[in-house]
């Protein structure tokens, strides 16, 4: 799942940003409202993070513009401004659900969760392949109907490879929708995270396409 947080506030923006990516996403930050609106037109959110007081463009005119141009991802918007007709203003514009700063961080992850249960709900609640199924809502997977502990980089990696099981995907590919912008990651990580999951589920599992990348097993 990959999250978009924006926020002008650095303090509170990196704070957010190491409690998603601590619970398995990927997120980008944008710092203005303009920024955001570039960001957004990409396409590739599963769930907004929104501030209202941004500068160069304000939280609800971005809100107005992603609804109209026909975005669907959640918007969970973040503000201090408390009074009812903000609030009534922010879902009246598209808003999905509302958290006034200060909020306490397990609270965030919880609505964040919630959001995301709807969105994955409207999909496709569970994935299946082979023996093992992926249930993005509860962040649970199962092999052979027995549950499989995973840290969540390894659960993030499974889902890419689940999503599309027939499909190759190369490092670039993997760590784009694994890791947010300025993650630092390591010439060799996506190996490390592909060598730690076959551990868990069955070294066959995973196959690799010599100088392409990795797919699941072929189910025949």
Known sequence: ??????????????????????????????????????????????????????????????????????????????????????????????????????????????????LLRRRTGQKQPVYAHANLTLNPAAHEVTMDGEPIALVPREFALLQVLIEEPTRVYTKAELEEKMYGWGEEVGSNTIEVHVHSLRRKIGAEQIVTVRGVGYRLKRVE
């Open 1 to 114: 799942m990959r999250l978009l947080l924006v926020e002008d506030d650095n303090m509170i923006a990196e704070t957010v940003l190491e409690t998603m990516r601590r619970a398995g996403y990927a997120i980008d930050w944008a710092e203005d409202g303009r920024a955001a609106e570039l960001s957004l037109g990409n396409g590739v959110y599963d769930l907004v993070l929104l501030d209202l007081g941004l500068p160069k463009k304000s939280g609800i005119d971005v809100l107005s513009g992603y609804r109209k141009s026909g975005g669907i991802a959640p918007v969970l918007i973040l503000t201090a401004r408390d009074a009812v007709e903000d609030r009534i203003r922010g879902l009246d514009e598209g808003a999905d659900d509302y958290l006034i700063k200060p909020f306490d961080l397990d609270e965030l992850a919880a609505r964040v969760r919630a």
